[in-house]
């Protein structure tokens, strides 16, 4: 089976609520009006707090270009116009506000949003953080507006009830059912933090962006993705958990972008080999290889070796979910964590700092680089030149400030530690794709 992320969004198989014979005999024959218990009423309430998105846009593609060929030549970027679909949420009906998935609207110069009564409008980006999924935007309007209100998803449980609202396949709003199959779903390749709820509810192109929702009408999360083959589903789909989504849309709202804070660790799964090396009743929780020195977590008091069991009093069972939680809040928020230490449970407090971009002194990497500054980009993007000293060998070499280094020796390469790492590797000659002012080049450093 594949897992992806749906280009739109995701929609849910039909499930009816299951009845066994003794109950259903002692039902009576007239509820609310309606002959059999129904969730209309409910889908009445919550379904015009979700929306249609329709996006156009242009998607860019670089040319192929063995640069050994023809030194002077230069590589050329052609965009290739696209539509799409999906759906979104209304979280705030006096201003407008829309969560939705951020790559359903990745790359999108319009986007057109639909009310359930047919109303559309011209929607535009707050902001979007790729790492959790997840775009804001705004439309402005004097028609009124009716919003969905947010579960607290940390206590949701295996086996609730759950409504998907959304837009599959450009059909137009369609509810599904399904329960919660399961809680923390991670490891699926999917973004940099994965928490995901997992549905037993079908899943088809459209509905990414869509609502979750329980049987109160409110949002338990936002749907993203599905396990499955050839545009179908097989009842396996995924959702962001609301609390994340409320935490990520403030930010995004405030800012226009995350300020996502930072505890400071490194650490991995608890293990049963650990738990019995660490005397520890239970096989979950989130284990500390590491303290980064005057972090948030060392002014804490977390060391290497504790088991971090709980953040804000929610159960926390893996590494994973951690992450995930602590990279959704901003920098500044007090963190009360529970943890194993010395074989004894406590409670720390910990206020997240400010997540610092990698920065490094080009000539660390390569010589040939002398004279640059180079960081880490937004989003995982590749790596920024900050600056470069005049007369200086990077700058003989072509290298500018504000270049986005994409690439090396027609490798794709995300961040400096991937820099790093693929020119430890290089041979004496390194082939940069480099971004400038959209445009695709290659420098050509021997």
């Avoid at 007239?30 to 929306?51: E, H, K, T």
């Avoid at 949420?89 to 790359?107: L, P, R």
């Avoid at 994409?406 to 041979?427: C, D, F, H, V, Y």
């Amino acid at each position: 089976m594949l897992l992806r992320k749906l280009s739109c969004s995701i929609i849910f198989t039909c499930y009816l609520l299951l009845f066994t014979i003794n109950s259903m005999a002692a039902l009576p024959d007239m509820l609310n009006g309606q002959r059999m218990p129904s969730l209309a009423p409910l889908v009445d309430r919550a379904s015009p707090a979700v929306v249609n998105i329709a996006i156009s846009g242009n998607f860019s593609t670089q040319t192929t270009f063995t640069p050994f060929a023809d030194p002077d030549n230069e590589a050329q970027i052609y965009s290739q116009p696209f539509v799409g679909i999906g759906s979104g949420v209304i979280i705030d009906n006096q201003n407008g506000y829309i969560i939705t998935n951020f790559h359903v609207i990745e790359n999108a110069t319009e986007i057109k949003i639909t009310l359930k009564s047919g109303l559309e409008f011209t929607a535009q980006v707050i902001g979007h953080d790729k790492h959790s999924d997840l775009a804001l935007l705004q439309i402005k309007t004097d028609k009124a507006l009716t919003q969905i209100e947010f579960a607290n998803s940390d206590d949701i449980r295996v086996g609730d009830f759950v409504l998907a609202i959304g837009n599959p396949f450009g059909l137009g709003q369609t509810v599904t059912s399904g329960i919660i199959s399961a809680l923390g779903r991670s490891g699926l390749n999917l973004g940099n933090l994965e928490n995901f709820i997992q549905t037993d509810a079908a899943i088809n192109e459209g509905n990414s962006g869509g609502a979750l929702i329980d049987l109160k009408g409110q949002l338990v999360g936002i749907n993203s993705a599905i396990f499955g083959s050839d545009n179908g589903n097989i009842g396996i789909g995924f959702a962001i958990p609301a609390n994340m989504v409320k935490n990520i849309a403030q930010q995004l709202r405030q800012y226009g972008q995350v300020r996502r804070g930072i505890l400071g660790i490194k650490g991995q799964e608890l293990t049963p080999e650990l738990a019995d090396a660490f005397a520890l009743d239970s096989p979950h929780g989130a284990f500390i290889k590491q303290v980064t020195p005057y972090s948030a977590a060392e002014k804490a008091g977390l060391k290497a070796g504790d088991v971090i069991i709980s953040i804000g009093g929610s159960t926390i069972k893996t590494f994973a979910e951690l992450r995930a939680k602590i990279g959704s809040l901003r920098a500044g928020t007090r963190v009360e964590l529970g943890v194993i230490q010395n074989g004894k449970a406590v409670i720390l407090v910990a206020t997240l700092q400010l997540s610092q971009l990698n920065k490094t002194k080009a000539h660390l990497l390569h010589p040939f680089l002398a004279g640059a500054i180079l960081a880490d980009a937004d989003e995982n993007t590749g790596v920024k030149v900050t600056s470069v000293a005049k007369d200086s060998l990077a700058q003989h070499y072509g290298l500018q400030q504000g270049d986005l280094i994409i690439g090396i020796n027609r490798r794709r390469i995300n961040n400096l530690s991937e820099l790093a790492q693929m020119i430890k590797t290089a041979p004496e000659i390194l082939v940069l794709n480099i971004q400038r002012d959209k445009r695709g080049l290659y420098l050509i450093l021997n």
